[in-house]
């Protein structure tokens, strides 16, 4: 008899998995604020609107000749496509400061470095 009763177990624990496995996962929201760093895509990961930062992310700056090199900016990019390919580039932007970008419908994806959290606006 404790044999019948071990192999009920495996069976339960069996189904319990098999259910679990077959669940469908929930649709994620697409993010509001987009982190400082990173390459979304729009639809899935972020929504088309207009975006604001506070500028760069960087804790000090580096100016040569009262301009500041590239790694103390926040830079964007929008693509017409869903990679990183820079022959795709819409738009792109730097500064220290804040500023905006709008990722508008047409906008495939977009791609953030050394950035303060973009919050959307529109």
Do not use: H
Not at 38 to 66: C, E, K, Q, R
Not at 70 to 78: A, E, G, N
Not at 90 to 111: D, L, Y
Request: net charge neutral.
């Amino acid at each position: 008899m404790p044999l019948m009763r071990s192999f009920r177990a495996a069976a339960a624990v069996f189904a319990c998995t098999a259910t679990l496995a077959t669940a469908s996962p929930a649709a994620a929201e697409p993010m509001n604020p987009i982190p400082g760093n990173g390459f979304f895509l729009v639809g899935p990961d972020i929504a088309p609107g207009v975006y604001n930062t506070a500028g760069s992310a960087s804790t000090w700056g580096v100016w040569i000749n009262d301009v500041p090199t590239q790694d103390s900016m926040c830079v964007w990019f929008t693509y017409s496509t869903p990679d990183a390919n820079k022959d795709n580039v819409v738009a792109t932007n730097m500064s220290i400061g804040p500023m905006n970008a709008n990722i508008n419908s047409t906008v495939k994806a977009f791609e953030s470095k050394n950035c303060q959290p973009w919050t959307r606006l529109t």
